[in-house]
Structures are given as C-alpha cells and as structure tokens.
C-alpha cells in the first residue's frame, strides 16, 4: 500500500500541490459505481440512437447535463453553498423547460411555439386548469419536484465517484470536460432549437404584421385583399380538368416505358407540354398537390391538423372559386370515396356544384383502398360532358383517378393488357387500361361541337411514390418532372421548359381558359407570362411567413362566447360553432352518426386560440367514461339507439339526433330528427 501511495506522490509532485489520496478499497468502490453510472446512461443512449433521433436527443442532452454538473461540483468544491445553489437552478430550469417542451410534445405534438407558449404565459388559463382538476396540477408540481431531486442526487453521485483529486492539472482537466459536455449539451438541443425558432418568430411577427407587400416580395409571395367571394371574374372557355394519379412525365419516355401510355402520349404531340414543373412543398400526396394546384399555395402547419380544416385560408379564393364567380358550372368526380383525407370537404368548400363518388361510406371503412375502375369515372364524366354542353353556361369537369396508385396499381382482367411483357406487369396493366379509357373520353369530346370551346388540361398530382412497384426504373431518369399538358388553351405561344411547381397551375388553366379575374395567387403565377423566379426559393423562411399571412387573414383565430351552435348536411357534413366550421369526423369518414355514435369537440378556453380536438366513440359507455375522466368544456353530438344516455336528461325515442354542451360544468341538450333542426346557444 505505502508503495503505490509513494508512486502516486511522485507522479504528481510536479504540480508542487498537496494530495490526498483515497485508500485503494475507496478508490475501486468509487470507480465501480463511477462506471456502473456511464453504462447505465449510455445504455439507453444507445438503444434510442438505434431506434428514434428524437429520444436520442433527449437522453443525450440529460447524458451531458449531468456530467457538466459534475464537472462543475469538482471545481466549485471549495465554495459548497454557490456549487449547490448553481447547480440546482442550472437543473432546476433544465427540468421545467425540458418538462413543458415534452407535455406539448406528447399533447398536441407541437412542442415549444408561439401557440403554446401562448398558453403558458395565460395567467388565467393556469388558474382555470387548477380550479378544474387540482389533483392532477399538485400531480404535476410534484412530479416537478421530484424530477428536479433525483436529477439533482444524480449529479452528486456521480462527482462522488470520481473522487477527490487535487492539483491544477486535475482543475484544468475538469474545467476541460466541462466545456466539451455543456458544448455537446447544445449542440442539436431540439428544445433549444424551437426557442430560438420562437424568437425568429416574434422577430417576423413584427415584421410582416403590417401587410406590406414590399415585406413579402423577397420570398415571392403575393398580398391580395379581397375575400375570395369579392373577386370579379368573367368567363372564358369550358375546363375539363384531368389528374391522373402519380402519372408523371416519365412514364412518357419510350426507353424506360415503351408503349405503356400511348393515348396520352398522342395528346401531348398535339398539345402545350410544360416540361420543367416539380412538386410544391407538402405537395407530395394527392390532397397536398390538389390544394397546391388549386389555391396558387402549399399547406402550411396551420393546415396540418390530421385533416383539413375549412377555417384556414377560409378568405383566400382558388381555381374553381375564380369560376364560380365567373358562373360556371362545376362538377368533380372521383373513383374512390370521397371521404378519403377530406377530399369531398374541400372540393366542395371550393364551390364545386356536384360531386360525384363511385364508393360509397361504408363500402370505403370496410376497404379503403377499394374503389371503381378509372374507365367508371371516364364513362361518368362523358356523360355529364353531354349534359352541360346542352346547356348555355359555361362549365368545369374535374377528374380524379386512382388505378396508378403504387405500389401495384388496381386492374380488373376485363379490361385491356399492356401487351408487353414486364415484372410489374399488375402496375403496367392498369396504367394501360386507364390510358385507353382517357383516349376514348378524349376523342369523343374532340369529336363534339362543344370542343372548340373547351380547354382540356391533364396534369398528375405527384411524382410516383418511393414504393411503387418500377420504382428502379423511373430513377433512371435524369430528371423526373410533373405532367402539365393543356389542349385547345386560349394562349398560343409558350415556353416548355419555363421552371415551375405545383401552385402554378391554377394560374396557367385560368389564361389558357381566357378567364378574367382580379385575384393574386399568394405563390403560384401563369407560366405563360414571366413569373418572378423567387416564388420557387422555397425556404424555412418563406415557409414561416407564408403561415403568417395565412393566419393574419384567418378571421376565425378565437373563440368567443356565448356560441351559436347548429349541424348543417351542406354542402358536407359540418358542426358550425358561431362562424367557425368543423366536418363531422366519424371514425374514418365525415358524415352524420349512426346509432350509437357520438362525436365531441374539445372546446379551447374563453378568447384563447382554437384549437380543435375530437373524439369519436361507438358507445354510450364509452362516451360516459370520457365524461368521467373531467375533459373540461365539449360540446357532442350523436344519435340515440338502444342505450339511453344516463344522467343528461335526455328524454327522446330511439334513433333521434341529439347535440348537446358541457360548459363551466353546466349541461344542455336538444334533440330532433332532423340533424340539421339541431341547434344550441351556450353562454
């Protein structure tokens, strides 16, 4: 023993400090918990490196946390009082803001933004959430403060098992590793990272609030300040307005797909092929490119809520909103069901007239990829072509299909074979049956009188996905573009390879259609004019003030009391709470409820932002246990069956409708039925 401890002097006279040197049994006791420490951290390091960043990233910034405040306890060991008081409030302010940033995470999956912040910063709301469930607030603080000690306990711990070395060689090693973790502790902090984005969001805020359009020019966004339903427009040519499911441009190239499309390829020989268009941003599923193509704009986060929201951009016009001012008539048709992603909402949001799906709801819940072959909707939409071109308004046509979907593609054996031979020969099957049927509603429309005033427009809504069965093949060409082709347009010169994405298309159809309005796309413009090239930068920047401007026209931002709440059947099934609309989301599909089913809207506090959350139950039971659980002010609708709905007075027959509120613990409820007799005014 006295050997090893005049071994250790010597190497450590060099420093000319005095040491104290723990005995050999303390030494190999503080080592073994020191390492029993590192592992027990790295583990689950490991494991979430392995399977998720986002949980790497926690643990990683707890892993460094605590070994920078061990470090910090070696150095300060001489001041006791000032190394305990900053390292409690060093991990103190870790634990609250790390705790706030994770609810937020795991509520509403939002994390730290201006909303929730917001959210924090409202004194009443905070009094509001105690009065409502004190228990689960004492839960919270005291979760709080347990976090704060064990995480406290940890670090003193760990600075225990390292011992206690003297000597500048060993401060100047510890004031190292402390540098090298709190350095790697914000490096990458995704809560760190979404403070400093608050902080450039206030600083834009202040910025774009005013509305300038000087403001807005360097990102190519473009102000307008009619409502969609003051824009003047007067009509031009008939639309019949093609997306063909992930149809995009390369399909077209004869080397890598030889004779697969020769229908469409004898239309584009024929008509103006612009070459150069890419997927917007968020525009890469058919919803995301069919809001992109019709409104001139991408989705922003204030669309993405899990479905779409009529709220949003409620003031902004569109494509068919343009011609619904201009008097057309409009019909959309799709092969699927129209519940699928909130299409048939925002077709008929964006005043289409009719809208017409071959599945019906329960066809689509039982099977949602079921749907009718693209040859229904080809034969459909000939006859509605008949129909308006007897009459003497204009009219628009818009057709969705489905048979290219990846990975495989949908093909009935009945109808036509791609008549080569190839590996994927399902996917290639129903490309070529739904080109043969597109050349057959082509040729008899260019074969009626009514075409030469009709401007025919084909476009894909997005590039194949990354799981469609050729795949290997489409990546073998250099450059994979949009199909954007316009037939008998009212614009005679064009440039092919004009660089363009997703928003302008609503734009071009309108010039080559000869339509005349005094609406400003927010991004999208006409490629048969010189569109400003910095439209297409899109970057974070343009992303975020983008989303300003939709917000600051948003006029539905609060929800203020007392509500005016009524059901509506048009033109889609909708809760409208004062002006604010919400579709009726039973199960997968919106529509009214069945027997038995209930649907409750979450109400956001008094003059705060909305934000709506839903719940949907088959049960009354399972309604009763929601009920249980104090979910704060709802307002529910649903549909009596053979449970009654115990303890809120309901005193109706079986199978009527019912709409009901919960607000400041105070309930009330009418019934009828008739959905749409349903109405409630709640203070």
């Known amino acids: 023993m006295s050997d090893r401890k005049n071994i250790l002097k010597k190497l450590t006279s060099f420093w000319a400090v005095p040491v104290t040197i723990p005995s050999l049994r303390e030494t190999r006791k503080q080592t073994c918990v020191f390492w029993m420490l590192i592992v027990a951290g790295a583990i689950p390091l490991f494991v979430s490196g392995i399977y998720n960043e986002l949980y790497f990233n926690y ?38 803001l790390f705790l706030i940033f994770f609810i937020f995470k795991m509520a509403n999956f939002g994390g730290l933004n201006l909303e929730n912040v917001y959210h924090l910063v409202c004194f009443q709301g905070w009094l509001d959430f105690m009065y409502m469930d004190p228990l689960l607030a004492a839960g919270g603080i005291l979760v709080l403060i347990l976090l704060i000690c064990f995480t406290f306990f940890l670090t003193y711990l760990l600075s225990w098992c390292v011992g206690d070395y003297n000597g500048r060689g060993t401060k100047a090693a510890f004031s190292g590793l402390l540098i090298f973790f709190t350095a790697l502790f914000f490096y990458n902090n995704v809560v760190f990272l979404q403070l400093s984005d608050i902080m450039k969001d206030f600083a834009f805020s202040q910025k774009y609030v005013t509305l300038k359009q000087e403001d807005y020019d360097a990102h190519g966004i473009k102000l307008c300040p009619l409502p969609w339903h003051k824009v003047q427009a007067s009509p031009g040519k008939n639309l019949v307005y093609i997306i063909l499911e992930s149809t995009e441009l390369t399909f077209l190239d004869q080397k890598l797909f030889p004779g697969l499309l020769p229908n469409l390829l004898h239309f584009r020989e024929s008509a103006q092929s612009f070459d150069n268009m890419s997927m917007a941003q968020n525009a890469k599923t058919t919803f995301g490119a069919m809001y992109s193509a019709m409104t001139g704009s991408y989705l922003t986060p204030a669309h993405a809520n899990g479905w779409w929201n009529p709220n949003i951009s409620s003031s902004f016009s569109s494509l068919s909103k343009i011609l619904h001012n201009a008097g057309y008539e409009q019909h959309f048709l799709v092969g699927h069901s129209g519940n699928f992603a909130g299409t048939e909402n925002f077709i008929k949001d964006q005043q289409y007239d009719f809208f017409w799906s071959a599945i019906d709801r329960k066809t689509r819940i039982a099977k949602w990829e079921y749907s009718a072959r693209d040859s229904v909707v080809f034969k459909q939409a ?35 074979a791609y008549p080569y031979p190839s590996p994927y020969s399902r996917l290639f099957n129903a490309m070529y049956a739904s080109d043969h049927a597109l050349g057959d509603f082509i040729k008899k429309i260019k074969n009626h009188p009514k075409y030469k005033d009709t401007c025919i427009v084909i476009t894909c809504d997005h590039l194949a996905h990354y799981y469609t069965a050729c795949t290997e093949v489409l990546q073998q060409s250099p450059r994979r573009r949009l199909l954007f082709l316009i037939d008998n347009s009212s614009v005679k010169s ?14 071009t159809i309108l010039d080559a259609m000869g339509v005349k309005h005094n609406y400003r796309f927010p991004l999208g413009e006409s490629l048969y004019q010189n569109p400003d090239p910095r ?37 889609f099934p909708l809760l409208q709470i004062n002006s604010h609309r919400l579709p009726l989301l039973i199960g997968d599909a ?8 209930i649907l409750v809207v979450r109400l956001s506090r008094k003059n705060e932002p909305i934000r709506w959350r839903t719940h949907y139950f088959k ?41 009901g509120s919960i607000i400041h613990g105070k309930k009330q409820m009418v019934s009828d039925k008739t959905i749409s007799n349903l109405k409630l005014y709640c203070r």
């Open 382 to 416: 000939w006859q509605t072509f008949q129909k308006l071109a007897g009459k003497n308004t204009p009219f628009n046509i818009t057709l969705l299909t489905i048979d290219a979907h990846g990975p495989n593609g949908f093909y009935s054996p009945e109808e036509p």
């Open 535 to 571: 439209r297409l930068n899109y970057t974070k920047e343009q992303e975020r003030v983008l989303y300003f401007y939709v917000l600051l026209k948003n006029e539905n931002r609060n929800l203020n009391f007392p509500l005016e709440v009524s059901v509506h059947i048009n033109p």
């Open 494 to 507: 064009w440039k092919a390879d004009v660089p363009a994405l997703t928003f302008d298309i609503a734009p």
């Open 59 to 96: 643990i990683c910034c707890f892993y460094c946390l605590f070994c920078a405040i061990g470090c910090l306890h070696k150095l300060l060991k001489k001041h006791v009082w000032l190394d305990r008081i900053l390292s409690f409030l060093i991990l103190s302010a870790w634990d609250i």
């Open 619 to 659: 049960s009354f039971s399972s309604f009763h246990f929601f009920l249980n659980s104090k979910p704060g002010d709802i307002i529910f609708l649903g549909k009596t069956g053979t449970e009654r709905l115990a303890g809120m007075e309901l005193q109706s027959e079986p199978q009527t409708y019912f709409l």
């Open 590 to 597: 919106n529509d009214t409820p069945r027997d038995g089913e």
